[in-house]
């Protein structure tokens, strides 16, 4: 199969009300993740300590786990990847830059991706990455 190494989606910057140690410990808690997914295109969501599970409009199921976490005074990262449950792989990382009483925040993904899939899940991909970083906003206003 041919598959591209890197698509990369980098969803737009957003400014967050609080400081980057808040925001950062509500992306630790998988739990949140489902309040930054659009509700009305997922289903059957599950989470652990450090994982969670859903479909996308009743066709993927996504897996994602968390696989690190790393927090300092000027900018925080954290990585979910998928799991083998997961219908292509990628890596997600959400990334914070302190403003002292602010957060800027975005997502990054590098997927790996047929060139078909590519041109497939790209608009629907950036557009999810963008309300990912938009409702993270709105929960800290």
Request: charged content about 25%.
């Amino acid at each position: 199969m041919n598959l591209s190494p890197m698509a990369k989606f980098i969803s737009k910057s957003v400014e967050v009300n609080a400081p980057i140690s808040d925001v950062h410990a509500y992306l630790q808690d998988m739990a949140n993740i489902q309040r930054l997914l659009p509700l009305d295109k997922i289903s059957n969501w599950s989470n652990t300590e450090d994982s969670c599970s859903f479909k996308i409009q009743n066709v993927y199921t996504i897996e994602l786990k968390r696989v690190s976490a790393i927090l300092n005074s000027e900018d925080a990262e954290t990585t979910f990847e998928t799991t083998d449950k997961s219908p292509f792989p990628f890596v997600l990382k959400a990334k914070l830059k302190s403003n002292g009483t602010t957060t800027t925040a975005y997502q990054d993904c590098d997927a790996t991706l047929n060139p078909f899939m590519e041109m497939m899940v790209k608009g629907p991909f950036q557009q999810l990455f963008d309300y990912m970083s938009e409702r993270l906003a709105k929960e800290f206003v």
